[in-house]
């Protein structure tokens, strides 16, 4: 008794989690492996489009003979680079019409027309005509002709599904692809948007966390740029930091901080010397970081809000007791308090970071220098329409999360032991 | 330590004025008063004299007139002998002065002998410093898109600081752009293809995660702490991995330029989270009524509809939400899924838009108001439920 009700337990719950775990398999587990699969090969945007023989049906009527009508197939290949194999066309006529001239490829039964057309290579064009009359000596409706499509089939190789693989796109990823270059933007971009974010955080959830007039308002307001719709946000950053006409650049030519406008978005290095040390900055990759901590901070304030409303009041009053001041009440009981959901934010947004892409994106494209490896992703894939480099460049990017967070389990594991 | 504590009080609080005035100033630039200078010094020397008069005075005077005196003061000798400039202007800095002076009036001489003092005057300041800045450094750029939206190309052309808005104009040239991105862009479309394809993803993501999520928390069965781990290590897998063999397949399947394409992606990268923060709640509910329910001979199904949903309507609601927004704010995969302007999403409108150089500003963004406003709408009138939302399901980026 006991084991069939555990095993009708068991198969409610496959019942219940498979339509799920199907949706999530197919659409997330099965692209990473066909995503291996695409890296290993060489294939461009133009060879996933699967070749189609297409026709398009064209009907003249013939002058002074309204019982007949001339039929114009425009047949083609809609690939420039592969053929399609035993190509058959059909079409379905109204019951009152012969054929008059019938090509040797096609037959005429039941007022259906069917052609076999063989094979067609790339490119493949044909205008292919044939002429009806009606049998019954009635007028033709030419809309009604027209409503009615022909069908067309063939085969054709699917270049996905082949097994020549290739290394070549690996080689090219690592070697010819200024990927040192790539890497260390990727990695600026992403280790300081993340300790950016995780600073602001901090300091505005010590901020909220104090008793002040209008505090649930303050903390509404500073979720609102993680949850706008980013393709906003950045287009209005783009306008605010527009060198023409932006208003930040217009505010410091105002108040003379500035004497020209500066292209921050679009300038790769900006000079600046501090205490006579002349040193180059990556201008456009520090305002993306910028608009990258400015959107994300909210979330570590989030986490670190919930934190610190959870932390024992009876700490802090008997810190006062023992005559702490601010600072020491700060470092020595909040920052211990908060280190674990710190460590979890530092892991969560550096994923996040690493793989980012609307964000400079939208913001600059990725040129003036912040082309980062997702950025690289797409314009392989798509600009460039390599679609087997674009995988290849994701697979590494997969690789090196995999490696990122071994090294960072590791660590987190060697502190807790110490502890 | 009392002079040290002194100095420390001024200057701290001087800074804090300045700042305080040169927000005001940058906003009243903003409507188009030109002030071309922040008059730093002469701002610290008065700061500097209130708040060591502030100390001097003490309780002689009580502290509102002691507010409006140093304010009026302030304002006669800034704003009428040295800048000249219109009324609104100067009852701003006085209101600004009023706030100072009151928010320094609880210092006083004996204060400052205590221990600690000048750490706890940084705090107050830092805090007061913080909430101003991050309102300004937030507030800003979404101020300045809705004004942007009512202004014309050529005023901002012309002077790109003058962002008032002349409200006396008919409301048809006010709301021009709106008119101009529904009727010449079909934004109206897009909207209703934004709302499909957002309140699709949820009903089809709560259908397929109420009964999974049922099960990991109820059931028992061969795989499930499998399932439970991987859940939360699928939903960290990078979307930009997922692009290039969803565009293969999909290209090859002809689901592109369509809303069923995206309704099975969205709903697939949300399946995760809602799952997770499903199962977390219905552990909460106590199994008795469960236990009762089988009883009954309630099947599974009777269970979940009976008894499960009713009483998790908080935590579908806000996974409804929170999904909600997800879809509504997706971009790279309606970027990568979309090139036929007739299924367009709001977010890939935008973009499409911004693609053509000639398109005036205020066009962008009016769209991106529109695209934003119910999302900000949806967060303020559900905060509640959204924060508990944001706080569990936060891996997404």
Known sequence: MNDTLANTEKKTAYILTLPAVLLVFSIILFPIFANIWISFKEVELKDIRIPEPRAKKIVKSISDEPTKIKILYKLRNSSLIQ??????????????????????????????LKCEFGNWPAKYRENFQVIFATNDGSNIDKKNLKSIKPKLDGKSDNILLNTNFTLKNFKKVLFENEFIDLLLTTFYYTFFGTVGSIVFGILTAQMVNQKFYGRTFMRS??????????????????????????????????????????????????????????????????????????????????FILARLQAIPKELYEAADVDGASPFQKFFNITLPQITAVISILFMIRFIWNFNKFEDVFLLTGGASGTRTLPINVYQQGFAISDIGMGSAVSIVIVVLLLIFMFFYFKLLGKRVDEN | MRTKNTILFSLISTFFLIFLISIWKILATLQGLSINSFNIEIIFIFGLLISLAHLGIGDKIKSIYKSIIFSAIFVFCDGYLIQKLPIWYNVGVFLILYFFTNKISKYTFIGLKEEHSTQVILFDFLTLFGILFFSFVILFPFYMMLVTSFKTQIALLVNPLDFSINFGQDIKDL?????????????????????????????????????????????????????????????????????????????????RNSIEGLLIVYTATTLPVAIYMLQGYFKSIPKELEEAAILDKLSWFGIITKIIIPLSIPAISSVALYVFMIAWNEFLFSLMFLDNPNSFTLSRAIQYLSGDAETPRQYLMAGSVVVTLPVLFIFVYFEKYLVSGLTAGSVKG
């Open chain 2, 175 to 255: 709301f021009k752009s709106y008119f101009v991105i529904f009727k010449s862009y079909k934004f109206g479309k897009y909207i209703v293809i934004s709302t499909i394809v957002s309140v699709g993803t949820v009903i089809i993501t709560l259908l397929f995660a109420i009964p999974a999520a049922y099960a990991v928390a109820r059931l028992n069965f061969f795989g499930k702490t499998f399932l439970s781990t991987s859940i939360l290590i699928i939903y960290m897998f990078p979307a930009i991995v997922l692009v290039i063999p969803l565009y293969t397949i999909f290209s090859q399947l002809g689901l």
């Open chain 1, 221 to 302: 307001v500073l979720l609102f740029p993680y949850v706008a719709p980013v393709v906003a946000l950045a287009y209005t950053w783009e306008l605010l930091l527009d060198p023409n006409s932006g208003t930040l650049n217009s505010l410091l030519l105002n108040y003379q901080v500035i004497e020209t406008p500066i292209n921050l978005l679009g300038q790769k290095y900006i000079e600046i010397s501090i205490l006579g040390f002349d040193f180059k900055l990556r201008l456009a990759l520090t305002t993306v970081i910028m608009f990258e901590i400015w959107r994300y901070f909210p979330l570590a304030f989030l």
């Open chain 1, 83 to 112: 053929e399609i194999r035993d190509v058959s066309f059909q079409d379905n006529f109204p019951k009152n019409f012969e054929i008059e001239n019938l090509d040797p490829r096609c037959s005429y039964e039941k007022y259906n």
